[in-house]
């Protein structure tokens, strides 16, 4: 029931903005929290609901709450962004950078995932896997029960030193830590080495959890347009000059989505630049094992004074192991690892005995060389299914798992994967890799995870429609 | 070499400041970073040495640098309590509250452990363990090799669910997020519910860990003293009054340090001032598999409306596995996960693939109860060599690993376990639990690392030539 009121209509629309405000200053509403409803706080203070409608438009204005249709008012702040819990029915939630991972991690077996960032688990070495288990059931009592050391396995971050030196990078085992994943290990190097505020320059498109974590921890992200041979070195001077950014984020390796390598020129340059504003470089080589040849690497050309190096075991050996690393300045490692131990205590023995065991393995060699070869052939295959859709590759990239391509026409690839959804497809459209949003009408493709013929089938029917 | 300057000493001064804070607002040095040597810069800028030292010594009375006898000045700032990367070696480190996770987690197989926090390997279900790997050798291809799903292994949120409400807490799968480690769980909650500065209470004493992960969330860290039966009610309000906290992160079952239980007159009457207050309540129940008779839970007073509860395996199935878990509110758990998928992506499908295996093994409950008897001799038994010692327990606690004591005549227990450490034994300082500095004649001792006599040998001679 509206009641009349004697008050003026702004003085009561302010006492309700006064309301809301005094509680969420007092954490009384909290930052992704629901408003109590219109209905009910008109009711409460006997005011009119429109009273209330226009102080909650006020507030929502002033960016204090946010609406979201068919749902209500919420607190807005730093950390509502991330705070999405009640969004509601996975369809209804904005393609955002959690869009495609939370897609494709509760995507069932029925589903097709051409647009997740992974093999297929019959592309990793099973065999292998099974009989790291089995050795790791005969193991040391303490490999099964105990915690491990402060920086994680020994063996296991030796056997990395050699493969890093393999790659150009000396590193000591001593400068390599382990952690729960090659996101934790991006996480904590975060943690260790940025403030909420501080500008984070990232590549524009970029791998979308770089821009989830960097809001994880309440960074400016700044994105630098990529080119085939790694960031746009105008842009990227341009972006240190203006922003002064405290770090800059990036693939080494086969670069998410995009496929691009780094070249010895462009890394060159990077460095001086990095150097000249005292810029911080964490380098994710996540999809190493798969490069025939090894680009270059920041870390080798720097030697781990202002790069610091992640990467994980999640794409060639397994993602259900969560294994990450980390190589770092000697004098930081201390300090990461007090980090690591206040907020995670340790790294898994298990989990890293079982990565150890299968690396050593003599198989794992021949595993890797064959899964080149065959995502080379699946990248070709589906390659050449996407062209004839008038779907087109940015670039035919050397290696890797991604085809990073335009859709024709303009089509616009949010809507394409919200239909493709509902259908049974996890696709990744393009602005969730985009800072900017400035990549409405591309899409990364899984070339491993794009074999089935309802993936052609659906693309087909929805960009003909579309053109028709 | 020194040379002589025209300028007033002050301004020479005020300008080796002046560069030095230059550097640190431009982040060219960073918190925890070394300074240049006074030499060094005393000779770059052209100074006397003695100019330089002045400047350090100014700099550091404000608290922007601090210095660590023979090692140098560093960049003090936010990070600077968790970034000791050059205090070189382990003896001369402050008793903090990362030392005894540092010493036990790093310690080797010749030392003795009686401050650690965990059971010795050979008291964890260890043939549950391998029976259990090699069935997850015969696993499903996923199960081997993909990321989970975001919540984690749907089968062991629901037996977690089963095993909540056991203790009286009513808690649906879908509101439990399996973590990598009860920490991460506590860091995941920290993330989801706290901001910079905000204030967060603890126990007087509290478990070190919880000083510490709430220092890397930059947290105000306020101490309720604890008694026999929960935090003292008097300071629990009068801190609530004062400090207008957001969260209190707390002990289910049995509180560590000390091994009291929570009665339920305190428990309702904590939760009553919280409800007041719009405070969260953080429970940790990670020994709570030890209890013979359940203590009351927050938790399940509340609902889960303003408790959060936390817990892992790695106390009584073990730390190898990294598995921990949180159960919160169901409108919580989507921001939370989305923080889960930025920081870390994923929870191990092998890890709690494993616990659920031995905890479905019909011998995890018998193995259980024979650990808390096993826990219970100890308990009396090493209680009493202390006692003869003079070193007496603050309380018999009813279950649990620990016994926390007070040593005779006023003794220094971070003296004693710097002592203790240079002859082969990690011990737990009293302090290292209290945010007040409040309990340097207190130590923690765990019954079952505490089984050696060279423990005991050690303990006599330290405390006997003391009081000679």
Known sequence: MNLPSSAQPSTRI?????LI???????????????????????????????????????????VICSRPG??????????????????????????PFWVSRQSLQADDAMLKPGCGWLPPDWLPQASLRRGMRQLARAEESTLADYGTPLGLAPLRQLLARRMAER??????????????????????????IEPGDTVLVDDPCYFNFLAVLRAHRARI???????????????????????PRLYITNAAIHNPTGASLSPVTAHRVLKLAEAADLTIVEDEVFAD??????????????????????????????AARVGHVALRQDWVEGLVDLKIATSFGSSQLSSSLVLQVLRDGS??????????????????????????GIRP???????????????????????????????????????????????????????QSQDERLFAFLRQALGRRTR
Not at 14 to 18: K, L, P, Q, S, T
Not at 82 to 96: C, F, K, N, T, Y
Not at 411 to 432: E, I, K
């Open 14 to 18: 302010g006492d309700v903005m006064r």
């Open 21 to 63: 405000r005094g509680r969420i200053a007092a954490r009384s509403l909290t930052p992704g929290e629901k408003l109590p409803s219109i209905r009910a706080l008109a009711a409460s203070m006997q005011l009119s609901t429109s009273t209330v409608v226009e102080a909650y438009e006020r507030l929502g204005a002033e960016g």
């Open 71 to 96: 749902s209500g008012f919420f607190v807005a702040g730093p950390l509502a962004p991330l705070s999405m819990a009640e969004i509601g029915p996975r369809l209804d939630r904005a393609v955002d």
């Open 168 to 193: 150009g990078v000396e590193a000591s085992a001593d400068q390599i830590v382990l952690t729960d994943s090659g996101t934790h290990a991006i996480d904590l190097v975060c943690r260790f080495l």
């Open 222 to 244: 700044v994105g630098v347009p990529m080119t085939p041979s790694g960031p746009d070195l105008v842009h990227f001077e341009r972006a240190i000059a203006e922003h002064a």
């Open 290 to 319: 798969l490069e025939p040849v090894v680009a270059p690497r920041l870390a080798a050309f720097d030697g781990l004074q202002r790069v610091v190096q992640v990467g994980s075991f999640s794409k060639t050996l397994s993602a």
């Open 364 to 389: 794992y060699r021949k595993h890797v060389e064959g899964l080149r070869l065959r995502l080379a052939r699946a990248a070709v295959e589906v390659g050449g299914r996407l062209k004839a859709l």
């Open 394 to 448: 940015w670039l035919e990239p050397q290696a890797g798992i991604f085809l990073w391509c335009q859709l024709p026409d303009g089509a616009d690839a949010a809507a394409l994967s919200q239909a493709a959804l509902a259908q049974g497809l996890v696709l990744a459209p393009g602005n969730v890799f985009s800072p900017t949003q400035s990549a409405p009408d591309f899409m990364r493709f899984n070339v491993a």
